[in-house]
């Protein structure tokens, strides 16, 4: 028994290598897309919404909402991967041939996307600490939560992608994941403004956005980097994230052994 598990562990690690490999290729160039994208949202936030009447840490808080963005948005390119490729090649197949348990192999999917969308945006903390300077107080930041949550964030984005995923029958669908479930999870998600902030506004809605699990992801990373006053406990948050992640997990891998079906 331990000696499969072993094996199970050694194939999981050389298809996420694998993947590694692939990513060094565009690695840079994630980057600079990253850094173009955030970077423009970051630079109005920062210079032009103050003159407006925003406050002068609006900027920050953009930045740290930008570091979960990648993984998030990600969600939309990966499933139309996964699904265009169910669609022709069927590169799953192959991988389901290995000597591995089927749901390791979709688990594995998961572990792909985070992978990739969350070691490019990495870059994004430093790099518009660099650029706000004194703009962007980090006195509070605490480098061990900020990881716990990032990489919580990566790992929820990535069994969150399975989980819409299955529901998408063909890739030209792919679309009414972005518009009709992440744009309204995003704006609605404590991204432009805290989870307390809306709850001073209308309490009845805040309390139903707490069944997005973007308003966790956003409180815990924003308490992790700018300190935990004025927003849900860090705690908390990574608590009901892995929740989620179990939920989501379970859910997404089931459903693709039976649209795939494979035992």
């Not at 300190?227 to 989620?244: D, E, K, M, R």
Request: with cysteine; hydrophobic share 55%.
């Amino acid at each position: 028994m331990v000696k499969k598990i072993k094996s199970y562990l050694h194939l999981f690690w050389l298809l996420t290598k694998t993947d590694l490999v692939i990513l060094k290729q565009f690695i840079v160039g994630q980057m600079i897309n990253i850094l173009v994208w955030s970077g423009s949202i970051v630079t109005i936030s920062t210079f032009v919404f103050p003159k407006l009447g925003m406050t002068e840490t609006f900027g920050a808080f953009i930045v740290v909402s930008s570091v979960a963005a990648h993984c998030f948005w990600g969600i939309w390119d990966s499933s139309y991967m996964l699904i265009a490729d169910l669609e022709g090649e069927r590169e799953i197949d192959y991988k389901l041939t290995l000597p591995m348990p089927s749901w390791l192999v979709i688990l594995q999917y998961a572990i792909r996307h985070a992978l990739v969308k969350f070691l490019p945006s990495l870059i994004i903390l430093p790099v518009f600490k660099l650029v706000l300077g004194s703009r962007m107080d980090l006195s509070y930041f605490s480098l061990s939560k900020f990881m716990l949550m990032f990489v919580t964030i990566a790992l929820f984005t990535g069994v969150f992608f399975l989980f819409v995923a299955s529901f998408v029958k063909v890739s030209h669908k792919v679309d009414n994941i972005g518009i009709r479930l992440l744009f309204p999870m995003w704006f609605f998600g404590a991204t432009e403004y805290s989870w307390h902030i809306l709850n001073s506004i209308n309490s009845n809605i805040s309390y139903i956005t707490l069944l997005n699990p973007l308003v966790y992801a956003m409180e815990g990373i924003h308490s992790a980097v700018l300190g935990p006053q004025g927003y849900l406990s860090f705690w908390f948050c990574a608590g009901i994230l892995w929740v989620f992640i179990i939920l989501f997990g379970f859910i997404g891998i089931i459903r693709f052994k039976k649209r795939l079906d494979f035992v």
